[in-house]
Nanobody, 126 residues
């Protein structure tokens, strides 16, 4: 099993940038496809971005496409979410998830993920 810890959230003005990190410990990080999701108050957990085991395949939710970039560093057991051109509607708790997977797969459904971090709050002011 793997433990996940997110960091990097905070308060930022609209148009600004943040980079979230998700550090993994436990079993081999490179065995896992990773994803970022977010959840605003009163809403369901929403897919943001996903990446496969070696970082060669990525996929984004429509609301963040062109503004957010997911990446990973398997040597550091960490996945990142670079968020640019932030909008107030990006305000949410951001979670990273992990799923043991075959080489090229990534996953966009929250039900696919086996492990989750505790989340980090991102607040974008207008």
């Amino acid at each position: 099993q793997v433990q996940l810890v997110e960091s990097g959230g905070g308060l930022v003005q609209a148009g600004g940038s943040l980079r979230l990190s998700c550090a993994a410990s436990g079993r081999s990080f490179s065995s896992y496809a990773m994803g970022w999701f977010r959840q605003a108050p009163g809403k369901e957990r929403e897919f943001v971005a996903a990446i496969n085991r070696n970082g060669g395949n990525t996929y984004y939710g429509d609301s963040v496409k062109g503004r957010f970039t997911i990446s990973r560093d398997n040597a550091k057991d960490t996945v990142y979410l670079q968020m640019n051109s932030l909008k107030p509607e990006d305000t949410a708790v951001y979670y990273c998830g992990a799923k043991e997977a075959y080489y090229s797969n990534y996953f966009t459904s929250r039900y696919s993920y086996d492990y989750w971090g505790q989340g980090t709050q991102v607040t974008v002011s207008s």
